[in-house]
């Protein structure tokens, strides 16, 4: 089984500034014949259900503001929010699909300071 | 309108089963899969399982193979989760979600909003 893991659990950023979620596989997601990454993070927002914000480590999902930008490639992945607004407090999940035994990260908590 | 509409929220004893539904609507029910995920009170998500309403094709994750069944009646563009026996444990929402294709190994880029599933003698 693939594991994620996210770092930090939790992170509170001021308004305005960058904020930062790391989020490691246990083995590489990248399929070779494609080169693309299976990777996919999702806001999750108190009493909602979670929202794809990123595919593909790094393709922004249609509506999702500029600000969210996926990097990475193999085993580690960032997801930045680069000017953090008072509606992107949520908790945040990467999750891979390389395997069809599909597997969410812990989760991180995102808050505003 | 593209949606998945969950059923309502149930509270069920320990012992008894259920059965929890999605419909799928806007869209061609039988092309993409499915899945289905837990969310255990105040914790993250977990992948339970999908199925290819098309021909049925369901696969489980470990940790919840034989613990629950899922289906699908394509006729009426709507998934299933059920279980036979349900534990205290059980006490969740559980969400359905979408992959926007015919190969599994895809994101899920449609939700429903949940099915509370609340467990308690």
């Known amino acids: 089984d693939i594991v994620m893991t996210q770092s930090p659990d939790s992170l509170a950023v001021s308004l305005g500034e960058r904020a930062t979620i790391n989020c490691k596989s246990s083995?590489?997601?990248?399929?070779?014949?494609?080169?693309?990454?299976?990777l996919a993070w999702y806001q999750q927002k108190p009493g909602q259900p979670p929202k794809l914000l990123i595919y593909?480590?790094?393709t922004r999902e249609s509506g999702v503001p500029d600000r969210f930008s996926g990097s990475g490639s193999g085993t580690d992945f960032t997801l930045t929010i680069s000017s953090l607004q008072a509606e992107d407090v949520a908790v945040y999940y990467c999750?891979?699909?390389?395997?069809?035994?599909?597997?969410f990260g812990q989760g991180t908590k995102l808050e505003i300071k | 309108e593209v949606q998945l509409v969950q059923s309502g929220a149930e509270v069920k004893k320990p012992g008894e089963s259920l059965k929890i539904s999605c419909k799928g609507s806007?869209?061609?029910?039988?092309?993409?899969?499915i899945g289905w995920v837990r969310q255990m009170p105040g914790k993250g998500l977990e992948w339970m399982g999908i199925?290819?309403?098309?021909?049925?094709?369901?696969r489980y994750s470990p940790s919840f193979q034989g613990q629950v069944t899922i289906s699908a009646d394509k006729s009426i563009s709507t998934a299933y989760l059920q279980w036979s026996s349900l534990k205290a444990s059980d006490t969740a929402m559980y969400y359905c979600?979408?992959?926007?294709?015919?190969?599994?190994?895809?994101?899920?880029?449609?939700w429903g909003r949940g099915t509370l599933v609340t467990v308690s003698s």
């Open positions: 979600a979408r992959q926007y294709s015919s190969s599994p190994h895809w994101y899920f880029d449609l």
């Open positions: 806007g869209y061609s029910f039988t092309s993409y899969w």
């Open positions: 199925i290819y309403p098309g021909d049925s094709d369901t």
């Open positions: 083995q590489s997601v990248l399929y070779s014949s494609n080169n693309k990454n299976y």
């Open positions: 593909w480590a790094s």
């Open positions: 999750q891979q699909y390389y395997s069809t035994l599909y597997s």
